[in-house]
């Protein structure tokens, strides 16, 4: 009985055995018949979209145009068209979640379609001027213009709200403050030579000395406005001479002597003077009371200022904490919030000199610490936070500059005698940067150069222009707001005439009167500065 037993089991573990495999026998063509039909409808796929695929169709080494403009419209999107897609498709996104949001204002003739206009518009303005290798802010400025000024379209110009124009242009300000303030290195500081701090101080100086008293005799400004409106243009634009000199030094040429190191080193400390005296005087343009506390006021906002950057930029060493997750982040805001707590706060309690100074140095102060952290610990990416918010605010920042210039209200006997304040103020700063130059080692084609690579203007101008008339059209004053106005015209000027004639003359002059560095000559030499 036992055997028989053990057979009967294996009798029945053989049958369910085999009547499994029966079932999986009759199962099987069901579930593979699914992916032949699917390998079959990808094969149809693939035959039908291997004429449209990068894959199949690579580009050969030298390609003829026809063959480049066929590989473009090829897929996946690549290259150009791909930008092109995505760019369009965030346009749509964009005035889609608008339109969601605020209902009217985002359709034509609102608020926020005339910024989403501008923002797009100044983007597309600066990327078609790029192509002719001038600077891309003067065609942001060129859109603004055109929204506000060509008939069929001045609709958009003038549906912005002057309010929010003004915030988001000190929402500008404060980020190309940060910029600079980060971008100063204490260690190239301390090594300027006597001849980086002439060339950052006397054209400066000289120039805004020269058009404030061309300013009070031909335009008739008061002697504070005069030297607000000198401060404004005395200014030299790092965002068309570094790229610049930067493209040189990139060749070689100006290196063997550090040119590029000369001019690029001095024109922060140039624009951090211009900043200072516009904050300064701009708190004696528009202060009340007794004439001796007026005097007193400027430079004591200018105190007030430091003071606050240094204390914020310490507490910035500590918070957030070094063991907090994403710190970059969380400094990044506060840096910016700082900034703005900063420009913002003080126009509240009219102390608007101490704004700008103060975002300026809690940047510096607080990049002190970070700086060697980045060093230990690698890049902490503070710098490329900032760089992403300018990307933001730099359309936004030229387009609302060349949208608050109405070419209707403009007297073409105030251009023409803006236009001889202008060339006075710029005659005098090519004569001062030729001196501040000589006896330094250079020849005559560099000494030459020098002045040339001194002229643009553009950032600062469209940073601190509207800021005098932002003041006025708070308070109220119709002379103040026809000062204010007249301010940010001729400084529109000076980019519109300076930015792309100094870029062009940079590179034109630059490779003819520079010397180019020889093969084999050590490359950091161009790191150092002139004595």
């Not at 983007?123 to 055109?146: H, K, Q, T």
């Not at 997750?325 to 102390?351: D, P, Q």
């Not at 102060?365 to 980045?374: D, H, S």
């Amino acid at each position: 009985m036992p055997v028989c037993d053990e057979t009967n089991v294996e009798l029945v573990g053989v049958n369910e055995l085999t009547s499994l495999q029966n079932e999986n026998r009759t199962q099987q063509p069901c579930e593979t018949e699914t992916p032949q039909r699917c390998q079959g409808l990808r094969r149809c796929c693939q035959k039908i979209s291997k004429p449209l695929r990068t894959k199949y169709h690579p580009l050969p080494e030298n390609p003829s145009i026809c063959q480049r403009l066929k590989y473009s419209f090829l897929c996946p999107p690549h290259g150009n068209l791909a930008w092109y897609m995505q760019f369009f498709i965030l346009v749509g996104i964009t005035w889609t979640v608008l339109v969601s949001l605020t209902h009217s204002e985002a359709l034509p003739g609102g608020n926020f379609f005339s910024l989403f206009v501008l923002f797009y518009g100044a983007i597309i303005g600066g990327y078609l001027i790029s192509f002719l290798r001038l600077p891309p802010l003067l065609g942001m400025l060129i859109v603004g213009a055109a929204l506000r000024n060509i008939p069929m379209v001045k609709i958009v110009g003038m549906s912005i709200d002057m309010g929010w124009s003004s915030a988001l242009r000190q929402i500008a300000l404060t980020v190309i403050l940060i910029r600079a303030g980060l971008g100063l290195d204490p260690k190239a500081l301390r090594k300027l030579s006597f001849t980086v701090l002439r060339l950052a101080f006397i054209p400066c100086l000289a120039e805004c000395c020269a058009e404030a008293i061309a300013a009070h005799f031909l335009l008739g400004f008061p002697w504070e406005w005069g030297f607000m409106l000198g401060f404004v243009l005395a200014a030299v634009s790092p965002a068309v001479v570094v790229p610049s000199l930067l493209s040189l030094s990139d060749r070689g040429y100006g290196l063997e002597k550090g040119i590029p190191t000369l001019v690029i080193a001095a024109a922060s400390v140039d624009d951090v003077l211009a900043i200072t005296g516009f904050g300064v005087v701009l708190g004696i343009a528009f202060s009340k009371g007794d004439i001796a506390l007026t005097i007193v006021k400027g430079p004591l906002e200018a105190l007030l200022g430091i003071v606050y950057g240094i204390i914020v930029g310490v507490i910035m060493w500590y918070l957030p904490s070094k063991d907090t997750k994403n710190a970059s982040l969380y400094r990044s805001l506060l840096l910016l919030g700082a900034g703005m707590l900063a420009t913002f706060g003080s126009s509240i309690v009219h102390l608007s000199g101490a704004g700008p100074l103060g975002c300026l140095t809690l940047a510096f102060i607080a990049a002190l610490r970070w700086r060697k952290e980045a060093e230990k610990e690698g890049d902490n990416g503070i710098n490329g936070m900032v760089g992403i918010l300018w990307m933001i605010f730099q359309p936004l920042l030229f387009g609302l500059i060349g949208a608050a210039v109405d070419v209707t209200a403009i007297d073409g006997g105030t251009v023409g005698l803006a236009m001889g304040t202008l060339a006075i103020g710029l005659f005098i700063r090519l004569c001062a940067s030729f001196g501040a130059v000589m006896f330094s080692g250079l020849n005559m084609k560099e000494m030459l150069f020098i002045p040339i690579a001194w002229l643009p203007k553009a950032t600062v101008q469209a940073a601190i222009g509207g800021i005098a008339l932002d003041e006025a059209t708070k308070r109220g004053d119709a002379n103040l707001m026809v000062l204010g106005t007249s301010v940010l015209t001729i400084a529109v000027l000076s980019i519109v005439i300076t930015a792309p004639i100094g870029a062009a003359l940079i590179a034109i002059f630059g490779p003819l009167w520079l010397e180019k560095q020889k093969e084999g000559k050590n490359e950091n030499e161009d790191d150092e500065v002139l004595s």
